[in-house]
């Protein structure tokens, strides 16, 4: 990768949505900032990470910065873009952004995917870069024509047309339109008259990957190349004793340690955790992998790493966790008040005027992410010279950054090639795997793909954390929510990943922890929200929807408990209690949809759960029968608000996958552990859903506002159908036969039989 040239102020504006052109031999590139998550967006003002082109040869490409992980997000973005630029998508050709540490970024890059965050982030950047690079082509047209009177012109998919007759395409004019100054403020299409936005539009992305075209990581392949397969400690925190010899027929037997930034929980920096047996094939090195006989050292707290012991820590802070302490050390086993109400929730709970007191403890597993592609990286490492990299990463540039403090090359040798993900789900925005590819090249100075077989998928994931979560609620007389106390204790993931430690958490604690357990808009006369950090070692990380998955369940779930304490309908008690109209008109818009309050059919039950995340409101109502014994989920109807819709076919897309994955994480998701190692390896002790078992699935997207405010926040997608599914499904089941689930999974001992 060589250096891009220094862009001068005419070319370049360094502002939050500012814009930048930038001429060339054939035609306009139109620089704009495109943060890649929420927090690029909040720090990185005066970067440029993708770019727009208009060629003389009417060509049009849009770099993207996001990673492919099946959600449509390049097809989007492209659809929010071309509805100012007043161009069909169809004639968009989307790249893949690489990655840059340079500030303002040069070209389209890619920074991080996480969070539902690529459209919402990117709505009103696009549409403002569409309607920039409009209207510096109708200029340049203006000028070729001599008519100066912008009221002369029109434009239709990418041809101005004036009022004489008179015709040009962007390509004829793209060039002069380069050596124009972007006027500010260029007028977006009105709502009213929006073409593209919001209507179903078909996917490129998916012909590739329905003929085999598409590349993903496991697909890439390098002259040259050969396989590693990775091999780690079974013991979390344990690391090599001594490097064995390497196996007939095999390249060798490389050392991989926990490289500085990657090491999570207790698998710390510089331990030698695993080994990457290379081969010429990657079934000969697995194989080999597998016989090879290794020695580890254990760290000496392995016996207490399992989880009885977990469970045990989790209910003992339940109730002796000890108060955070500004500018304190405030270790794991810390509680943090999230939010207090005025008046005294504990003692409200014990008042008199409390009639009923409704207490309920929930209980939720580590749960691995399982992506369909396991992790692999394939590295070609010259001296230094140059270092490239193919790997499916939701985070190019901190790929890019760990490549370059590990090979001690500058940005511009190192290249980062984004392939398609086979699902991210949050575990591909780790750099643990890259981390061991780069070891491996750098080791046999030679291209190598590494791979993690299936089994160190499972057994070396950063899991959903466990969770223990306690809920007290008290009824009045009248039945309204007179006080709530809320406490969850669970690992933290953010303390996880900070070098200063748990004191980063601040006064709240991490806000992973509690997400969607705070700020609910129901009517409690008083409440308290605590989190207390749990003390596991367990690598865990970001899962989709990460403490939403978790919150939600518990809180949904409490809220159903106190309807049946009522004597109320499910959903009549919460459209009483809640305050905010857009909540009011998603729970209703579910209940409708699913016919709430006629009966369901014989042997059948419905249950309702609402929540939010990302920006978005989603109520679910699940539909369940008791099928010989047991459970079979029959229809799932969701209810979506996340103020507008770019793509109603990609978002009720979406909508589906989540509800697959809740259904999985739901009925049968869960690791174990005992002296540090992980006990489910593989699907055979991790059931998923069979196609058979497949729900029917509505989803209905609640209207944007007629005129859209650009001040309003936009929700997120991705990860939407996943918080309410196990509430409203736990809530179902609790109403067909009686039985409250509190612990999940629903099946914890479920296996997917032969496999």
């Given at each position: 990768?060589?250096?891009?040239?220094?862009l001068?102020?005419?070319?370049?504006?360094?502002?939050?949505?500012?814009?930048?052109?930038?001429?060339?031999?054939?035609?306009l590139?139109?620089?704009?900032?495109?943060?890649?998550?929420?927090?690029?967006?909040?720090?990185?003002?005066?970067?440029?990470?993708?770019w727009?082109?208009?060629?003389?040869?009417?060509?049009?490409?849009?770099?993207?910065?996001?990673?492919?992980?099946?959600?449509?997000?390049?097809?989007?973005?492209?659809?929010?873009?071309?509805e100012?630029?007043?161009?069909?998508?169809?004639?968009?050709?989307?790249?893949?952004?690489?990655?840059?540490?340079?500030t303002p970024?040069?070209?389209?890059?890619?920074?991080n995917?996480?969070?539902?965050?690529?459209?919402?982030?990117?709505?009103?950047?696009?549409?403002?870069?569409?309607?920039?690079?409009?209207?510096?082509?109708?200029?340049?047209?203006?000028?070729?024509?001599?008519?100066?009177?912008?009221?002369?012109?029109?434009?239709?998919?990418?041809?101005?047309?004036?009022?004489?007759?008179?015709?040009?395409?962007y390509g004829?004019?793209?060039a002069?339109?380069a050596?124009?100054?972007?006027?500010?403020g260029?007028?977006l299409?009105?709502?009213?008259?929006?073409?593209?936005?919001?209507k179903?539009?078909?996917?490129?992305?998916?012909?590739?990957?329905?003929?085999?075209?598409?590349?993903?990581?496991l697909?890439?392949?390098?002259?040259?190349?050969v396989?590693?397969v990775?091999?780690?400690?079974?013991?979390?925190?344990?690391?090599?004793?001594?490097?064995?010899?390497?196996?007939?027929?095999?390249?060798?037997?490389?050392?991989t340690k926990?490289?500085?930034?990657?090491?999570?929980g207790?698998?710390?920096?510089g331990?030698t955790n695993?080994?990457?047996?290379?081969?010429?094939?990657?079934?000969?090195?697995?194989?080999?992998?597998?016989?090879?006989?290794?020695?580890?050292?254990?760290?000496?707290n392995?016996a207490?790493?399992?989880?009885?012991?977990?469970?045990?820590?989790?209910?003992?802070?339940?109730t002796?966790?000890?108060?955070?302490?500004?500018?304190?050390?405030?270790?794991?086993?810390?509680?943090?008040?999230?939010e207090?109400?005025?008046?005294?929730?504990?003692?409200?709970?014990?008042?008199?005027?409390?009639?009923?007191?409704?207490?309920?403890?929930?209980?939720?597993?580590?749960?691995?992410h399982?992506?369909?592609?396991?992790?692999n990286?394939?590295?070609?490492?010259?001296?230094?010279?140059?270092?490239?990299?193919w790997?499916?990463?939701?985070?190019?540039r901190?790929?890019?950054?760990?490549?370059?403090?590990?090979?001690?090359?500058?940005?511009?040798?190192?290249?980062v090639h984004?392939?398609?993900?086979g699902?991210?789900l949050?575990r591909?925005?780790?750099?643990?795997?890259?981390?061991?590819?780069v070891?491996?090249?750098?080791?046999?100075?030679?291209?190598?793909?590494l791979?993690?077989?299936?089994?160190?998928?499972?057994?070396?994931?950063?899991?959903?954390?466990?969770a223990?979560?306690?809920?007290?609620?008290?009824?009045?007389?009248?039945?309204?929510?007179?006080?709530?106390?809320?406490?969850n204790?669970?690992?933290?993931?953010?303390?996880?990943?900070?070098?200063?430690?748990t004191?980063a958490?601040?006064?709240?604690?991490?806000?992973?922890?509690?997400?969607?357990?705070?700020?609910?808009?129901?009517?409690?006369?008083?409440?308290?929200?605590?989190?207390?950090?749990?003390?596991?070692?367990v690598?865990?990380?970001?899962w989709?929807?990460?403490g939403?998955?978790?919150?939600?369940?518990a809180?949904e779930?409490?809220?159903d408990?106190?309807?049946?304490?009522?004597?109320?309908?499910?959903?009549q008690?919460r459209?009483?209690?809640?305050?905010?109209?857009?909540?009011i008109?998603?729970?209703?818009?579910?209940?409708k949809?699913?016919g709430?309050?006629?009966?369901p059919?014989a042997?059948?039950?419905?249950?309702?759960?609402?929540?939010?995340?990302?920006?978005?409101?989603?109520?679910?109502?699940?539909?369940?029968?008791?099928?010989?014994?047991?459970l079979r989920?029959t229809?799932?109807?969701?209810?979506?608000?996340?103020?507008?819709?770019?793509?109603?076919?990609?978002?009720?897309?979406?909508?589906?996958?989540?509800?697959?994955?809740?259904?999985?994480?739901?009925?049968?998701?869960r690791?174990?552990?005992?002296?540090?190692?992980?006990?489910?390896?593989?699907?055979?002790?991790?059931?998923?859903?069979r196609?058979?078992?497949?729900?029917?699935?509505s989803?209905?997207l609640?209207?944007?506002?007629?005129n859209?405010?650009?001040?309003?926040?936009?929700?997120?997608?991705?990860?939407?159908?996943?918080?309410?599914?196990?509430?409203a499904?736990?809530n179902a089941w609790?109403?067909?036969t009686?039985t409250?689930?509190?612990?999940?999974?629903?099946?914890?001992a479920?296996?997917?039989?032969?496999?």
């Amino acid at each position: 990768m060589t250096e891009s040239p220094v862009l001068d102020r005419r070319q370049f504006v360094g502002a939050v949505g500012a814009l930048g052109a930038l001429g060339t031999a054939s035609g306009l590139t139109l620089g704009l900032f495109l943060p890649a998550g929420s927090t690029e967006a909040a720090t990185a003002t005066a970067a440029v990470n993708a770019w727009l082109t208009i060629g003389s040869d009417n060509s049009i490409q849009l770099a993207v910065g996001a990673s492919d992980m099946g959600q449509g997000a390049f097809a989007g973005l492209a659809q929010v873009l071309c509805e100012d630029l007043m161009v069909d998508p169809a004639r968009v050709r989307l790249v893949q952004g690489a990655p840059t540490l340079a500030t303002p970024a040069p070209v389209g890059t890619a920074i991080n995917t996480v969070g539902s965050s690529v459209t919402r982030n990117n709505f009103w950047r696009l549409r403002d870069a569409g309607a920039t690079a409009r209207e510096m082509l109708v200029s340049a047209a203006m000028a070729s024509i001599g008519d100066a009177s912008r009221a002369s012109y029109t434009v239709t998919d990418g041809v101005i047309l004036h009022s004489s007759g008179q015709r040009r395409s962007y390509g004829e004019v793209a060039a002069a339109a380069a050596l124009l100054t972007p006027p500010t403020g260029a007028p977006l299409v009105p709502d009213s008259q929006f073409k593209l936005i919001g209507k179903t539009l078909a996917r490129p992305d998916v012909l590739a990957k329905v003929d085999g075209s598409a590349i993903y990581g496991l697909d890439v392949r390098v002259p040259n190349m050969v396989y590693a397969v990775i091999r780690h400690c079974p013991s979390f925190g344990g690391t090599l004793t001594a490097l064995p010899a390497t196996p007939a027929g095999m390249i060798a037997v490389v050392p991989t340690k926990v490289w500085s930034g990657t090491g999570r929980g207790a698998e710390l920096t510089g331990n030698t955790n695993a080994v990457a047996v290379v081969g010429s094939n990657t079934w000969d090195a697995w194989q080999a992998a597998k016989r090879l006989s290794l020695k580890w050292t254990l760290p000496t707290n392995v016996a207490s790493m399992n989880s009885t012991q977990f469970m045990a820590d989790a209910q003992r802070l339940m109730t002796s966790a000890t108060p955070y302490v500004a500018g304190a050390g405030n270790p794991p086993g810390t509680l943090y008040t999230v939010e207090r109400s005025t008046a005294d929730a504990n003692a409200v709970l014990a008042a008199p005027t409390t009639t009923r007191l409704v207490s309920a403890t929930y209980s939720l597993p580590y749960v691995a992410h399982a992506c369909m592609e396991v992790l692999n990286c394939t590295v070609d490492y010259v001296a230094g010279v140059r270092c490239e990299v193919w790997a499916p990463t939701q985070s190019a540039r901190s790929a890019l950054a760990l490549v370059c403090n590990m090979t001690g090359l500058t940005a511009d040798k190192v290249t980062v090639h984004v392939t398609f993900l086979g699902g991210g789900l949050g575990r591909k925005a780790e750099m643990d795997f890259i981390s061991q590819a780069v070891q491996v090249g750098m080791a046999l100075q030679r291209p190598v793909k590494l791979m993690w077989p299936r089994e160190e998928d499972f057994t070396h994931d950063q899991y959903r954390p466990m969770a223990l979560v306690q809920v007290r609620a008290g009824l009045d007389a009248n039945n309204f929510v007179a006080a709530w106390a809320y406490r969850n204790v669970s690992p933290s993931i953010l303390a996880q990943r900070s070098a200063t430690g748990t004191t980063a958490l601040g006064p709240r604690g991490d806000s992973q922890g509690y997400e969607a357990s705070q700020d609910l808009p129901y009517s409690f006369g008083a409440r308290l929200t605590e989190w207390v950090s749990h003390p596991s070692l367990v690598p865990v990380g970001f899962w989709r929807s990460v403490g939403a998955s978790i919150n939600t369940f518990a809180v949904e779930s409490m809220m159903d408990e106190l309807a049946a304490a009522a004597g109320q309908d499910p959903f009549q008690f919460r459209r009483a209690r809640l305050t905010d109209p857009r909540w009011i008109a998603v729970l209703e818009a579910a209940a409708k949809a699913s016919g709430w309050g006629t009966a369901p059919p014989a042997g059948r039950a419905r249950g309702i759960a609402i929540g939010t995340a990302f920006n978005t409101i989603v109520a679910q109502v699940v539909e369940v029968a008791n099928s010989t014994g047991g459970l079979r989920v029959t229809r799932v109807w969701v209810a979506v608000d996340s103020y507008l819709t770019v793509n109603p076919g990609s978002v009720e897309a979406q909508i589906t996958g989540g509800v697959v994955h809740g259904l999985n994480a739901t009925l049968y998701g869960r690791q174990t552990f005992n002296n540090g190692a992980a006990q489910s390896r593989n699907f055979n002790a991790n059931r998923m859903i069979r196609l058979s078992e497949m729900p029917a699935v509505s989803v209905i997207l609640l209207p944007p506002p007629a005129n859209v405010d650009r001040t309003v926040p936009i929700g997120g997608i991705g990860e939407l159908g996943v918080p309410t599914l196990a509430p409203a499904l736990a809530n179902a089941w609790a109403r067909l036969t009686g039985t409250r689930v509190r612990t999940l999974p629903f099946y914890p001992a479920a296996t997917m039989g032969g496999l």
